[in-house]
């Protein structure tokens, strides 16, 4: 008993001595973040971080960066601003990590951005808005496809004008994201002569909003351009199945947030047909670059396990891409020197599985890449649907279009 | 007794010189970072206790106060480039003014209605702030931080600093109320409202009292917060979660001594910055609530209530 006691401890050690020895050649490169694991922005945090962690296996797989392993540090911001300072603080001065991930959304984002200004860091970006507008680093790069602040407005209303609309209707949530948006909305659809009907901000709780509607619908007016979170975009669209909307409303959508989620799009249904909402990835024969495809079998068998949105087109991919930049970039440079790799960003056109990235000075994709997409022959209890082409039809952009527009809206429900 | 406030005294200075040295030696920031978090904790879960604690009246306004700090900061800021010590005068004043008002509540409503107004109040002041767009409005607002002062090298050290001035005060306060008649009037008040009013406590005074030290102590350990974060908006900074932490850190750590809230803000305030940075999931938010049950169940009179029958069943073993 002893001896063979003697003889296991003599080959574990040799067996750690041996896989040590491979390992600790190379301390692992370091990536931190955190990420809304709890609270209102969970679902696209986890969902965003499997992307991530795709990236991460995925370039493991192929032998790392610079040789060494990728590991990531992630820890949960709970989504909220007060959060985030000390996670990074613990990131950068305890866990001396290599290079910084912002958090999904905005709001946790917002409390960084002076702090790696001030420390010199490299921070890429993970579906903020116009986050680095006032503080101006140069070395922020947001993965969304927003672009400049007004272009995304301005393409539903585009749209809508092409298809003869001309008095707008806003109807938005007192929040962040969606206050950010109908104020910019504003300005263009002064800047296109758009006469304003009817505007108004809802309580972020609202959960009734057929009396909205029935406003709205008496104010008649040829295009309404909604923002709104999740659950309220849930609750506006079921008013208007209830209220009806009006048969002068041409395009009705445009920053409904939610609508991306397979979960909201699964239990809305055929409510959802018509709208023309904004989006980030489709399923459209266009949209599949280099590694797309491999990328979403991936993530369509680990969302099962990782308990994530199904389909995950709307953050995962861009999760995926942060990485593929970094990647570029590390690779470029040969060396992690975070200036460098800024400089090399800002200079080059970056090649995802999204599409091509390039980066204005502040940051933010040069191009609006935003997506309009109308609903088509959306049937009620099915997730599977929104796999296949031609459920989400790209009106814009035009070299990315898959169809027409059908309007009028009320025509186009059905 | 009065050797009893010469420990006290040496303590807290003992505590602000290790504080003070703690800037000068560390080099590293991220104990500064999480620190600042429970001393936070700390200001607001004594300044809760003066009023739930002594005179039971369960405020769960805490975010209501909190969050015009911040914002009585970020306006001050905003408007006249404040400096820091005017911003947290400042939002004293504010939140001796809400204390006040709140305290004028208390004419009319006891127990679960109290609670309930000062819910209340919380939504109704975060959806103004929603809606003002001079200090970020819904959006919030991102905030340049001014140049720090000597000796301090770093400003999240001198916020750390600042925060610990704040708990020292605030524990001061809540130290001094409940050894003076002010604190034996609360507990009257929390006995029977009606027997002391009949006895003769001033009870309407003494609440009124009560909730403007609470209310400015908990606006003063919200201001800083606007220059820790760099950044406002309404629905952190008028968060639920302070309500809801401060509410357990009391009852955790026990209301009836005015240590009870500072060991219950260290104990929680401590395990939750380490979960965030450790086992960082869903379990973080169950901690809390379990600890809670736990001791509710437990130890109903929290920790100070659990050592206090310790000793007294010690001192009844040794006769």
């Given amino acids: ?414 | 007794m009065k050797r009893n406030g010469i420990f006290f005294w040496i303590g807290a200075t003992l505590f602000l010189a290790a504080a003070l040295l703690m800037t000068q030696v560390i080099g590293n920031q991220y104990p500064f970072f999480a620190c600042y978090v429970i001393l936070q904790f700390i200001v607001l879960a004594v300044a809760w206790s003066i009023l739930g604690g002594y005179a039971g009246y369960v405020n769960f306004g805490t975010s209501a106060f909190f969050g015009m700090g911040v914002y009585t900061a970020v306006f001050l800021l905003k408007a006249f480039d404040a400096p820091l010590a005017a911003q947290i005068a400042a939002a004293a004043a504010v939140g001796a003014l809400m204390g006040f008002a709140l305290g004028l509540l208390t004419l009319r409503m006891q127990g679960i209605f109290f609670s309930i107004a000062t819910i209340a109040a919380t939504i109704v002041i975060e959806t103004s702030i929603t809606n003002w767009r001079y200090v970020g409005g819904s959006a919030g607002i991102q905030l340049q931080r001014p140049m720090v002062t000597e000796p301090f090298n770093n400003y999240v050290q001198m916020l750390f600093f600042i925060q610990a001035l704040l708990v020292v005060l605030a524990v001061a306060i809540s130290r001094y109320i409940q050894n003076s008649w002010i604190g034996r009037g609360l507990q009257a008040i929390k006995d029977d409202e009606l027997a002391a009013e009949c006895t003769g406590v001033p009870t309407l005074r003494l609440k009124l009292l009560a909730c403007v030290i609470s209310g400015a102590l908990m606006c003063a350990a919200g201001a800083p917060a606007a220059m820790y974060l760099q950044y406002a908006d309404p629905s952190s900074a008028f968060n639920l979660n302070y309500s809801v932490s401060v509410l357990a850190m009391s009852l955790i750590g026990g209301t009836a001594h005015w240590a009870g809230p500072v060991v219950g803000a260290i104990l929680l305030g401590a395990t939750q910055q380490l979960l965030t940075v450790t086992i960082s999931s869903e379990v973080n938010v169950l901690v809390l609530g379990v600890m809670l049950v736990l001791f509710v169940v437990a130890a109903p009179e929290g920790i100070i209530g659990l050592i206090r029958r310790v000793l007294r069943n010690r001192s009844e073993g040794k006769e």
Avoid: C
């Fill in chain 1, 1 to 414: 008993m002893k001896r063979r006691t003697l003889f296991g401890g003599v080959i574990a050690v040799a067996m750690v001595g041996l896989t040590s020895g491979v390992v600790a050649q190379q301390p692992p490169i370091k990536i931190g973040m955190s990420m809304p694991q709890t609270g209102g922005l969970a679902g696209g945090g986890k969902a965003s971080l499997l992307g991530i962690e795709i990236w991460r296996d995925d370039v493991n797989a192929k032998g790392g960066l610079l040789g060494r392993k990728v590991e990531l540090v992630v820890y949960d911001d709970k989504s909220s601003a007060s959060e985030t300072p000390a996670i990074y603080s613990k990131l950068l001065d305890v866990d001396k990590v290599d290079l910084l991930f912002a958090p999904y959304a905005t709001v946790p984002t917002a409390p960084l951005m002076p702090m790696v200004k001030q420390r010199g860091l490299l921070l890429m970006g993970n579906f903020s808005f116009q986050v680095n507008s006032k503080v101006q680093h140069d070395m922020w790069f947001n993965n969304a496809p927003w672009g400049p602040p007004d272009s995304w407005p301005d393409s539903f209303l585009d749209i809508a004008q092409k298809a003869g609309a001309k008095s707008v209707a806003f109807l938005s949530a007192d929040q962040e994201f969606a206050q950010n948006l109908v104020v910019i909305a504003r300005e263009v659809a002064k800047k296109r002569n758009m006469p304003i009907v009817f505007d108004q901000a809802y309580p972020p709780n609202t959960v009734e909003f057929s009396s909205i509607v029935r406003a709205l619908k008496a104010a008649k007016p040829d295009v309404v351009y909604v923002s709104s979170y999740p659950p309220d975009s849930a609750g506006i669209l079921r008013a208007v199945n209830e209220v009806g909307i009006g048969d002068n409303v041409k395009v009705f959508g445009g920053g409904m947030v939610g609508l991306q989620f397979g979960a909201v799009m699964e239990n809305m249904g055929s409510l959802l047909n018509g709208v023309v909402n904004y989006n980030s990835w489709l399923p459209e024969p266009k949209m599949y670059y280099e590694g797309t495809k491999e990328f979403f079998d991936k993530y369509t068998k680990r969302a099962v396990e990782a308990k994530v949105d199904p389909l995950g087109y709307y953050l995962a991919p861009f999760g995926y891409a942060s990485g593929q930049l970094v990647e570029a970039a590390v690779k470029a440079v040969g060396s992690l020197d975070q200036k460098a790799m800024a400089k090399y960003l800002h200079e080059h056109e970056m090649q995802t599985i999204v599409g091509p990235m390039t980066f204005g000075p502040d940051g933010e994709r040069k191009e609006n890449a935003v997506l309009q997409a109308q609903f088509r022959g959306i049937t009620d209890k099915n997730i599977e649907q929104f796999r296949s082409s031609g459920k989400q039809v790209i009106l814009f952009p035009e070299k990315l279009k898959s169809g027409d527009l059908v309007t009028p809206f009320e025509a186009a429900r059905n």
